[in-house]
């Protein structure tokens, strides 16, 4: 499956941004699907996944009430809301998919995410 990620860019603190992954090739309601930041100079952290189904989420600490995640298999595309942005939401942003993903429960594990997007970039400035 190929992903590609869009609706990054350059945000004042406290707005908000959309990311868009649209995948192709495979069957996308087949995969469970999770987003991934990696600031400069760190590793890569886990944002947010949702199942197959779409009707299970998770999020990373201190995210959830900020970012919302969600999927429109119709569309083949998962979101990420993102709202009160921080400085340090600044990061490049990976949208990632897990072919053994399972129907209800999201995928947490960076290593069990086989394909992954080219990122886009996320500036958050005060």
């Known amino acids: 499956v190929q992903l590609v990620e869009s609706g990054g860019g350059s945000v004042q603190v406290g707005g908000s941004l959309t990311l868009s992954c649209v995948a192709s090739g495979r069957t996308f309601s087949n995969y469970g699907m999770g987003w991934f930041r990696q600031a400069p100079g760190k590793e890569h952290e886990f944002v947010a996944a949702?199942?197959?189904?779409?009707?299970?989420?998770y999020y990373g600490d201190s995210l959830k009430g900020r970012f919302i995640i969600s999927r429109d298999n119709a569309k083949n595309t998962v979101y990420l809301q993102m709202n009160a942005l921080k400085p340090e939401d600044t990061a490049v942003y990976y949208c990632?998919?897990?072919?053994?993903?399972?129907?209800?429960?999201?995928?947490?594990?960076?290593?069990?995410?086989?394909?992954w997007g080219q990122g886009t970039q996320v500036t958050v400035s005060s």
């Open positions: 949702i199942s197959r189904s779409g009707g299970g989420t």
């Open positions: 990632a998919a897990d072919a053994r993903g399972t129907y209800n429960s999201p995928t947490i594990a960076m290593n069990q995410y086989s394909y």
